[in-house]
């Protein structure tokens, strides 16, 4: 007769897993999660993945038509939930910093609303959105809080604070264009 064990949580399993780029290649979920390999700066992963998602936004609207465009955010954030989830629990983190999908994600839905913008524009979106996304002002605290824990909800957790940092820089933005 097998002896059954309780189901733990992730992090009760063993420590957290260290981000590396070995770990990164191991599952499609992580390379996606860790934006592919911008998550794993050791300096301020969430800005460097902010920059990628800035400058993949810039090929990307090269490229697609505005529908396309708006699909393309849909599926990224659907698969961000995913791979934010699958990660998470794989490093036996809550909402680890090297998950970076959800800051990419975050910035291409604000330049997909924003744009035609020049550099100034699009530079103020980025600094505003880091602004909202490190600092956690208000509603941004709420959202990081309301979706905790691992699982799928965890996950929804992990993108769901840059959706609402990411709402909060076009409320700025479209304030700001107002007066």
Known sequence: MTQMTPLLPPTAMSGPIRPTAAFMWRHPAHALAMGFG???SPKAPGTVGSLWGWASWLVIQ???SRPVQAA???LALLLGWWASTVTAR???VSDPGAIVWDEIVAMWLILFLVMPTGWVGQLAAFAL???FDAAKPGPVAWADQ???GFGWRGGWGIMWDDL???FCTLLVIALWRWF
């Open 164 to 166: 609402v940092a990411a």
């Open 72 to 74: 393309w955010i849909g």
């Open 38 to 40: 911008s998550g794993l």
């Open 129 to 131: 959105f880091r602004f």
């Open 90 to 92: 794989n490093m036996r």
């Open 62 to 64: 090269e490229f697609f």
């Open 146 to 148: 309301a979706f905790k």
